[in-house]
């Protein structure tokens, strides 16, 4: 496996239909997270989501091994110093989101992408005290991310737009719907306006 260029920092189910996602377009991808324990499930993880997919005739059973080969994992932070794309998952706290942030801007790039998955926290609120807050954007997938191709992308008011492009085309290019928002539309929004509604004709679609 070549250098990994994506890190998914959170290995709940939705941050591994992120990085299987990646994986399956050809992307070598780091999926980080401070435990053994639950590193060590990501494999079987992602080999079911593949079998899902290949059972619904979406996915080429024999290039399992090949996107498998594609996941690495990591319990050191430092491992994604060379990544110019981070998505994390982690849980709706603006203060641990804040101080992750600050981590990896002492670890990666100037030039690299942090993006959250957040669909509660706006991204203004998240970049508020980063060294280069231009950086900051959130994609959000919907869940669970290997079955709606569906990703809002919110950038703040800062947020470079070489940085949005870059990703929107990045997503873009992996059989996504990217819906570039000017903020997050809540789950409660009318269904006729709804993101949600969007991720629920997809998935009937794909699901037919």
Not at 87 to 103: F, G, H, M, N
Request: aromatic share 4%; net charge negative; charged share 25%.
């Amino acid at each position: 496996m070549s250098s990994p260029s994506i890190a998914i920092l959170g290995s709940d189910p939705r941050g591994i239909g992120i990085a299987t996602h990646f994986a399956r377009h050809g992307h070598e991808v780091l999926l980080f997270y401070p435990s053994a324990e639950q590193l060590a499930g990501v494999p079987a993880a992602a080999r079911a989501i593949l079998t899902e997919l290949a059972d619904a005739g979406r996915f080429e059973r024999e290039r399992t091994a090949a996107t498998l080969a594609r996941l690495a994992t990591s319990m050191r932070l430092k491992d994604v110093a060379g990544v110019w794309l981070l998505i994390e998952t982690l849980p709706e706290r603006l203060e641990l989101k804040r101080a992750l942030y600050a981590e990896l801007e002492r670890i990666v790039d100037a030039e690299a992408v942090i993006a959250s998955n957040t669909r509660d926290l706006s991204p203004d609120r998240l970049a508020e005290n980063m060294r280069h807050p231009g950086r900051l954007l959130i994609v959000h997938f919907q869940s669970p991310p290997h079955l709606i191709p569906l990703v809002e992308v919110v950038p703040g008011r800062l947020t470079r737009a070489e940085h949005l492009e870059r990703v929107r085309a990045l997503l873009a290019g992996m059989a996504l719907e990217v819906m570039v928002l000017d903020k997050a539309i809540p789950e409660a929004a009318a269904p006729g306006a709804s993101a949600s509604a969007c991720a629920q004709a997809l998935l009937e679609e794909t699901v037919d």
